[in-house]
């Protein structure tokens, strides 16, 4: 009791202290708003505003507890220490908020532990330096020494306060920060929850970790007897959150694919109807693209080996081409695997919801490797039909409207719907300008996208990256191969094999053993040739496990919109 009458006595007279604090954490809901920042979109839920501060509050009356027990000549400079680090994490919630729409961002703390000390300072000054990073300091700066009247204000509040009061605030701040630790969760507790930040902080660690063994491992191969007598130029284009119920090659009735359609209508174009991605987002799809990481060999890709590494070993020139960010906690391990690449070559630096180049950006690297001598390996990564949809095409691809679109739904939902559409229009447009770059030359070209996408077609009420792991749309996939006539012309019996799989059942963690047997590579350890789709001896009935553990062809949802 006597210490609790203690904590109580410490709040009171620690009052401006502990609302400085607390004025701090409430206003980045106010920025927020200030800058037109969708709250639901950023887990601004009522329980997280209000556990939340429940945390903050619980928090700032310990830090008071603090100060009491110090002398008085070291209570100014511990205060002035406490509203630094305050200060810091608050311009690390807004960056986190105006950049990566969540608070405690895994792709702020992936941008401290991942980058070098030129990258950082090249970082500082696109973000942090623009005018609203300015503006953001400068008012973190009038907060903690010019808001005095206001924290002032604040501080009667908690100098009343009851001694029960005190004891439930500490303690349900305890208790929420212990959960914190115990789920490793950033989206539920709040702003400034330090759980949720040493959370994140290992958890990145360890990622990267990971990681950097996956790259050691890969330097150590031994490829010795790789070879090759395949085709002059294999292109592969990975595609992103593409639905192919909106493509008019699947039978979507919106003309999304007219390029695309002429191609599959002559007979080029090898279309196959039924290939799932195992997962539903980026990271973990790709890695299961380009190693030989696969359900059955569970989640550690580490010691696998990678198609670039295998592709170099077999004579092939390499390179990766992204219009997608070389750093953010979602590409540090395609950044290192399209590291393994001769060349590589990024449309953005760093992650940034603010950013992004459409597709079109990166055509002309594609035509410069397209017009290389020898055998040549190219990768592609596009940002495709991502969110957000109107900002993945050109104003002239701008062909669908909110009138073109039937469904018994709001307009403002109808809009979202013909955005994307455009998306997959200019999707169209992009795929087939890289295949005629290749049209006159020994080629395959394979595109895929790494996942899908709902909009508004299971439910009325969402659009993105599905939410339910038994959605099929989060899984159902585009996949094609284009094959020039040079090739053709060579490789008959590929061919043969190539039509006469598409409509065969197929999941894109076995991606890496199809495209071995597509460009002839012989002496791979890790090759399996019942997992290639166009191999004789391709295995139809292996399980389709998604998201670790749903049977695709068993456990999924009927999607009858």
């Known amino acids: 009791m006597r210490i609790l009458n203690y904590l109580r006595q410490a709040v009171s007279n620690h009052s ?8 701090l954490n409430f206003v980045i809901i106010i920025l927020a708003i200030f800058f037109d920042i969708d709250l639901k979109a950023y887990h601004f839920k009522f329980n997280t505003i209000v556990i939340g501060s429940i945390i903050t509050i619980g928090i700032s009356f310990v830090l008071a507890a603090v100060a009491e027990l110090l002398p008085l000549p070291f209570r100014s400079v ?24 969540r608070t405690a961002s895994l792709n702020m703390i992936t941008m401290i532990l991942s980058t070098t000390f030129n990258e950082a300072c090249e970082y500082l000054q696109t973000y942090v330096l623009a005018p609203k990073g300015l503006i953001a300091i400068a008012i973190t700066v009038a907060i903690i020494f010019g808001a005095g009247k206001a924290a002032q204000k604040i501080s009667v509040v908690f100098r009343k306060l009851s001694l029960l009061t005190v004891t439930v605030f500490i303690i349900a701040s305890m208790v929420f920060t212990a959960n914190t630790f115990k789920s490793g969760s950033c989206d539920f507790y709040g702003l400034l929850s330090v759980g949720s930040y040493v959370n994140n902080w290992w958890g990145v ?29 294999i ?5 992103e959150s593409t639905n192919k119920k909106h493509m008019g090659l699947y039978g979507y009735e919106a003309a999304t694919n007219p390029l695309l359609g002429k191609r599959l209508a002559q007979k080029d174009l090898a279309l196959y109807s039924d290939v799932v991605s195992p997962y539903s987002f980026t990271m973990h799809s790709i890695i299961s693209m380009l190693t030989f990481r696969n359900h059955e060999s569970g989640e550690m890709w580490q010691d696998r080996d990678s198609i670039i590494d295998i592709a170099k070993a077999a004579g092939y020139n390499t390179a990766w081409i992204s219009n997608q960010e070389e750093k953010s906690v979602y590409a540090t391990a395609t950044t290192m695997l399209a590291g393994r690449a001769a060349e590589t070559i990024f449309g953005e630096k760093f992650a940034s919801k603010k950013s992004g180049n459409v597709d079109g950006a990166i055509l002309s690297n594609v035509k410069k490797s397209s017009l290389k001598t020898g055998k040549n390996f190219v990768f592609i990564h ?6 957000k949809y109107k900002s993945r095409y050109p104003k002239e691809f701008e062909v669908f409207s909110a009138a073109d679109i039937k469904k018994n739904i709001s307009v403002e939902k109808k809009q979202t719907i013909a955005e994307y559409d455009n998306a997959v229009l200019y999707n169209d447009y992009i795929v087939n300008e890289i295949i005629s770059y290749y049209d006159k030359q020994e080629a395959v070209v394979i595109y ?14 969402h659009a993105g990256h599905t939410k339910n792991k038994k959605n099929p749309l989060g899984f159902e996939i ?26 065969k059942p197929y999941m894109t963690d076995d991606i ?38 749903v049977d695709y062809d068993k456990d999924m949802d009927k999607i009858n919109k």
């Open 205 to 233: 660690k360890k990622h990267l970790n990971r990681i950097a063994e996956a790259g050691y491992n890969l330097d150590h191969k031994d490829r010795r007897g790789i070879v090759s007598d395949g085709a002059a130029n």
């Open 78 to 101: 511990y205060k002035l220490i406490i509203y630094v680090f305050q200060g810091l994490l608050f311009v690390f919630e807004f960056f986190s908020l105006y950049m990566y729409d």
């Open 235 to 239: 292109v592969f284009i990975i595609g």
């Open 448 to 461: 895929l996208s790494d996942h899908g996408q709902d909009v508004y077609d299971s439910s009325d009420d």
């Open 16 to 23: 401006v202290f502990v609302g400085r604090l607390i004025l």
């Open 382 to 387: 596009l940002m495709g039909t991502h969110v």
């Open 512 to 549: 890496i053993h199809t495209i071995i047997d597509l460009a002839n590579i012989k002496g791979v350890a890790e090759y399996e040739e019942s997992r290639s789709i166009i191999n004789p001896k391709f295995n139809a009935q292996r399980k389709r496990i998604v998201d670790y553990d």
């Open 478 to 503: 585009p996949f094609m191969i284009w094959l020039s006539p040079a090739f053709k012309a060579k490789y008959p019996d590929k061919v043969k094999a190539i039509y006469a799989a598409v409509d």
